[in-house]
């Protein structure tokens, strides 16, 4: 059965806001907001240095309708693995607050949900698909408190992934920071000794001095490894890659946190995909590079299957602007990064978190 994916379309002179509001009435997507219950409104607010993470204002909007439906809700995102601005709850708040992000813009608290080292409520993987080895993942404690989540999410690329949406919102944004190095375990850089000229570079900025030097070149000691990537950004090299098949395997597990989280909220969750300022690496980013398409609209759905698979469709049929090095053709978000970037979408559909195949319906009405 199709899935319904509503959109927004930017074209034309319609207010946004107000075509915000029509169409979560018009998708439902706030229906299952329990009276005077907690909601958790989930997005990146964006590493310090970023310019292209979701602003404020739509967020404001969101919570003004969450509280007309009842709901008490908080602004919520969990802390990064790597090293930035958004590595404890007092960094992300800090970092939060320069992006625009304090309760006196959006109207509800900001939350770090897996704050003061919260290591998440574990919950077992029990559906797994071949190749995923994810016994467990804990999902941020304050996110696994709320009586409803909604996942905005900013659709951009991403490098190991090919793009971020909703799937990967909930699968890595909704969990503690254990589940997130446990899901990039399954991406690690590997080292080409060849390329490596023993600089040391790497062994100074890994954050879990998980890195020795032993016969002029980088040794790493698995235990201590978070899979954080930070030696292969450090090395000017190239020394450090990550292996194709492992970009795959990553998706998969994303794939299959997201079903942990999406299976602790089912009928109590609602997706919003925000198309714009679409970059070609993602709101961890600084920078995250020039757009790669104009800004297109708003979509919103039950389905985060559904609601990626029409966002990567719309992205693939828009018209790319000029010098962006957008490939043309089917997947070229994952192209542009050397993935298939849709093991993500089939993995979860094979999981049962939705459908990729879905019904476009425009939100036309031009009183907004
Ligand atoms: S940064 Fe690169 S070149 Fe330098 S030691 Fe590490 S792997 Fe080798
Ligand atoms: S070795 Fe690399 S991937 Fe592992 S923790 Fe250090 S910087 Fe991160």
């Known amino acids: 059965m199709k899935a319904d994916v509503f959109f927004f379309d930017y074209s034309g002179d319609r207010g946004v806001l107000s075509g915000l509001e029509k169409l979560c009435t018009a998708s439902s997507i706030l229906k299952g907001i329990p009276e005077g219950g907690s909601v958790a409104v989930k997005l990146h607010m964006g590493e310090l240095g970023n310019i292209s993470y979701l602003r404020p204002v739509f967020v404001r909007r969101l919570v003004d309708l969450v509280k007309k439906r009842g709901g008490k809700p908080f602004v919520t995102d969990t802390v990064a693995l790597y090293p930035g601005g958004r590595t404890t709850e007092r960094k992300y708040l800090s970092t939060a607050a320069f992006n625009g992000y304090v309760e006196e813009s959006v109207g509800a608290p900001i939350v770090i949900a897996d704050g003061n080292g919260d290591e998440g409520v574990p919950v077992p993987v029990e559906n797994r698909l071949q190749g995923c080895d994810l016994r467990e993942i804990g999902i941020a404690s304050r996110i696994n408190e709320a009586d409803f989540l909604l996942v905005l999410s900013h659709v951009k690329g991403h490098m190991i992934t090919g793009f971020g949406g909703a799937v990967k919102n909930l699968a890595m944004g909704c969990v503690a920071r254990e589940a997130k190095k446990e899901q990039h375990r399954a991406n690690p850089p590997l080292l080409d000794e060849a390329r ?34 930070t030696c292969l950004f450090a090395c000017d090299s190239g020394a450090f890659q990550w292996e194709r098949g492992n970009k795959e395997r990553f998706q998969l597990y994303l794939a299959h946190a997201a079903s942990v989280v999406m299976q602790r909220f089912r009928g109590r969750i609602g997706f919003i995909n925000f198309l714009q300022d679409i970059t070609p690496c993602c709101d961890c980013a600084a920078p995250a590079g020039r757009a790669l398409v104009p800004d297109m609209g708003i979509l919103a759905s039950l389905d985060p299957v559904a609601i990626d698979r029409a966002s990567l469709d719309m992205i693939d049929k828009a018209v790319a602007i000029d010098g962006s090095g957008l490939p043309e053709g089917p997947d070229r978000m994952g192209r542009l990064h050397n993935v298939d970037s849709l093991v993500q979408l089939r993995s979860a559909e094979r999981l049962g978190l939705g459908s990729m195949d879905y019904r476009l319906l425009e939100h036309t009405d031009s009183s907004a």
């Open 196 to 229: 490596c000229d023993g600089c040391e570079a790497c062994i100074r900025i890994c954050p879990a001095k998980a890195l020795t030097m032993k016969g002029g070149k980088p040794d790493r000691e698995a235990e201590k490894c978070i899979f954080c990537s």
